[in-house]
């Protein structure tokens, strides 16, 4: 029988659904621990040179 058959079948293969949804997050989260990659804080350059407002190490200045 379909999944879109009835109420209760596509409650349970929602909640099915989610459940495997679930163990992929949990088993990438563990992988990506296990590599030791650790993501940049959200709201920290990961470039020194950005955000200095000296041109960087070229010189520029934004006078041309």
Do not use: W
């Amino acid at each position: 029988m379909p999944d879109s058959f009835g109420k209760r079948s596509r409650d349970a293969a929602k909640a099915r659904k989610a459940a495997a949804h679930d163990e992929r997050r949990v088993a990438r989260n563990q992988r990506r621990n296990q590599r030791g990659v650790l993501e940049p804080p959200p709201n920290e350059p990961t470039d020194p040179t950005i955000g200095t407002g000296d041109g960087g190490a070229a010189g520029i200045t934004g006078d041309a």
